[in-house]
């Protein structure tokens, strides 16, 4: 239990500064939402095209919650090219088209996670330009550092599975995988937001 | 000084009983301390029952472990008690070994939240069922044998 504690006082002030352009909604809004996921897990795709539209407008837009993403990049049979898909990802923020690259690479899932031609998921949502700029910055180390410390606080905040969402209010740390129905995640994040 | 097995049964028994009705009083508070959401999500990811039965469930079965495991350790209805918590196990136990075996990763919801399924919840709830049948079998036993 001491540990547990250790581990999220170690990660609360890392969750605290969000990676450029991977994050939506007002920084001071009262309920934090981090969100981990991979763009080769199947419900990480439903969660992304079903029910991300409705937090958004529940709980970012109003100005109830503040969403940040993170890869927990997943490795193993089937996930071969999950982590080019989340460096993809990651230097799409740095050029300021993180969710059209997201929303790319989830739509087109089925078809880049098996044959690996993840570039031609995503060079469709940038720009001439904007395509030379992630193509350059995928050989920056920083980008490869910025999506193993997406994946090492998922493993602090004890990340078992995607997608999980981790609700933080007043230093309270609720992690929530279950998304069998929006309206549980609905009634728990409104739970935590009348504390 | 050695023991018979006349005197071990019946002390064992009642271990049995205040180990087990510990543990359903301890699994029922801990899930009514949490908001019951929690304990709903863990309920929901079997996909055995439908939701509103899941909602249900998390409101009920809290306070009904706490009752039975209360039950168990004082030694009322102590039939009724023992039944109750063996079935309640055979049902817990069916259900993790289904999913375990079907490759689901989730949550056993046993004592809360974040706990996933794994070999080692297996052995402590089937451990448990043992446990439970052997105070059931001593409690309806004990119910035939002339005083």
């Not at chain 1, 239990?1 to 009262?30: H, R």
């Not at chain 2, 064992?12 to 019951?36: D, H, N, S």
């Not at chain 2, 439908?50 to 249900?56: E, G, I, N």
């Amino acid at each position: 239990m001491k540990m547990f504690a250790l581990a999220l006082a170690l990660m609360l002030p890392t969750f605290a500064s969000a990676q450029q352009g991977k994050s939506m909604g007002n920084p001071n809004a009262p309920l934090r939402m981090d969100l981990f996921d991979d763009f080769t897990c199947p419900h990480c795709k439903m969660l992304h095209e079903q029910m991300l539209p409705r937090i958004i407008s529940d709980f970012v837009t109003p100005g109830k919650a503040y969403l940040v993403f993170h890869e927990f990049t997943l490795t193993g049979p089937g996930h071969e090219h999950s982590k080019t898909a989340s460096m993809y990802a990651a230097a799409a923020a740095r050029v300021g088209k993180y969710m059209a690259v997201c929303d790319a690479l989830f739509a087109t899932q089925s078809s880049w996670a098996v044959s690996g031609k993840v570039w031609e998921a995503v060079a469709p949502a940038l720009s001439e330009a904007e395509r030379k700029k992630v193509q350059a910055l995928m050989s920056d180390p920083s980008i490869a550092a910025e999506v193993q410390k997406d994946l090492d606080q998922g493993m602090a905040a004890r990340v078992d599975r995607t997608p999980t969402m981790v609700m933080t209010r007043k230093g309270k740390v609720t992690p929530w995988s279950s998304w069998a129905d929006y309206g549980l995640f609905k009634s728990m994040a409104d739970l935590l937001l009348s504390k | 000084m050695a023991f018979s097995r006349s005197k071990i049964l019946p002390i064992a028994v009642v271990v049995l009983r205040v180990l087990l009705g510990g543990i359903f009083i301890y699994a029922g508070y801990v899930k009514l301390v949490e908001p019951w959401q929690l304990f709903a999500a863990g309920i929901a990811d079997y996909e055995v029952v439908p939701l509103w039965a899941a909602k249900f469930l998390a409101h009920t079965l809290p306070w009904f472990e706490v009752l039975v495991g209360l039950l168990l350790i004082v030694g009322r209805w102590l039939r009724t008690s023992s039944v109750s918590i063996s079935l309640l196990l055979l049902v817990f136990f069916s259900l993790m070994v289904r999913a375990f075996a079907g490759g689901k990763e989730i949550n056993c919801g046993c004592f809360g939240p974040n706990e996933l399924i794994s070999w080692k919840t297996l052995v402590r709830d089937g451990s448990m069922l043992a446990a439970s049948l052997f105070v059931t079998f001593f409690a309806f036993r004990n119910r035939r044998t002339p005083v």
